[in-house]
């Protein structure tokens, strides 16, 4: 199947002081996390209606594309929309009145099973994204060094490459915490309750928790929430960094040497025995602080290379350690293009290529990173 086209192209411790301070009687890793301030802002709902901010939005809104929510009404149809009705919706804002409409949940097709996104409407998308944008200048300069995921200026990559540095200074064991439906189970009044420590506007307070109450529409039927933060817009990304960095200001106070993607996290240790201790004590700390749980069949304490980290893993060889592509990622690839190529589509194979071609070059601008790149040839 026109198989130039499809070629690869590649670019090449159960003391409060924590494990790294039982392992080698002093803390490694300095933290400032207990000086971290959370001053209350004066953020207030003008800053979010504002013209500029929510022009801003809409442009980042029709550039994400995405399909319509409950509604009906499309990315396309939205300027036309906000022309006028605007007004009201911006009464209803600064009044405290705006009410979310119900998310859509979609099932996406994953290896073994289905993964639940909850698509708000455009309209709602739009007013997350302006509100995302106020409330981002406010958290995120004081989120951990450590912290990755869906962060201006920070990427997966980094946080495998810092996974690499660790483990080339001698922390050759990670504890691999996979959280529990995190998104799924995220406690309102906890995260409002950590929110309301730096903003002080009630309107945007109502808001938010509205945005999280919001039902979700099931085969035409409205389930209401009560706990969670459905992924699918704006702001459930920023939210969940808000809960989980009182997470990374633990292991910071603690010394410990981690990496966190979203509810992703690992920290790297120096010996197994140093990672079931830290492994207990932040499953104590999670359930006591945040009524989150450990996912016990995904998480683990092994060696880096027996585990993946954001679908990369690593391979010592007689100079250095590589980073390489994880097993699960291969499986899921190899799925991917199974879906695309099948023959019970019944399309054009120039449509069919097209596709293929789009997905892989996504793959490969993310798996980029690969150093041992010989698990390619069972897909080249």
């Not at 409950?70 to 009410?99: A, N």
């Not at 050759?172 to 529990?180: G, T």
Request: aromatic share 8%.
């Amino acid at each position: 199947m026109a198989a130039q086209q499809l070629q690869f192209k590649w670019d090449r411790p159960s003391s409060s002081k924590g494990e790294a301070c039982g392992e080698g009687g002093k803390v490694r890793q300095v933290s400032a996390a207990s000086e971290r301030t959370e001053p209350v802002k004066t953020v207030m709902m003008e800053e979010v209606v504002r013209r500029e901010n929510r022009i801003r939005a809409l442009k980042r809104v029709c550039a994400n594309k995405g399909s319509p929510g409950v509604d009906g009404l499309t990315v396309d149809e939205l300027k036309g929309y906000l022309k006028i009705h605007w007004p009201d919706i911006r009464e209803k804002l600064l009044q405290g009145e705006y009410k979310p409409q119900p998310v859509k949940q979609v099932l996406l097709p994953k290896p073994g099973g289905t993964r639940k996104l909850g698509i708000p409407s455009v309209l709602d998308r739009f007013i997350q994204q302006a509100l995302l944008q106020v409330l981002n200048p406010v958290y995120d300069p004081t989120f951990s060094d450590y912290s990755y995921g869906f962060r201006p200026g920070r990427n997966a990559h980094q946080a495998v490459r810092q996974a690499k540095e660790y483990i080339g200074e001698g922390y050759e064991w990670v504890v691999d915490i996979d959280l529990e439906k995190c998104f799924d189970r995220i406690n309102h009044d906890i995260l409002m309750g950590r929110i309301a420590k730096r903003i002080a506007d009630k309107r945007i307070l109502r808001l938010i928790r509205l945005f999280l109450q919001a039902g979700i529409m099931v085969h035409g039927v409205v389930q209401e929430r009560y706990q969670g933060a459905p992924q699918g817009g704006p702001l459930s990304p920023l939210l969940s960094n808000i809960l989980l960095d009182e997470l990374d200001r633990e292991l910071e106070r603690r010394g410990h040497k981690f990496c966190r993607y979203a509810d992703d996290c690992n920290v790297y240790v120096r010996s197994e025995r140093a990672g079931k201790r830290v492994m207990d004590s932040v499953e104590n700390f999670l359930a006591k602080k945040l009524k989150l749980k450990i996912n016990h069949q995904k998480s683990a304490v092994a060696k880096p290379q027996e585990r993946k980290f954001l679908g990369f893993s690593f391979t010592p060889t007689s100079y250095e350690l590589k980073i390489k592509l994880s097993k699960e990622s291969l499986k899921n690839v190899k799925y991917r293009i199974k879906r695309i190529t099948r023959r019970a589509r019944r399309i054009a194979v120039a449509q069919v290529i097209e596709e293929l071609n789009t997905y892989l070059r996504g793959w490969l601008g993310y798996y980029r990173l690969i150093e041992a790149s010989y698990v390619l040839e069972e897909l080249d």
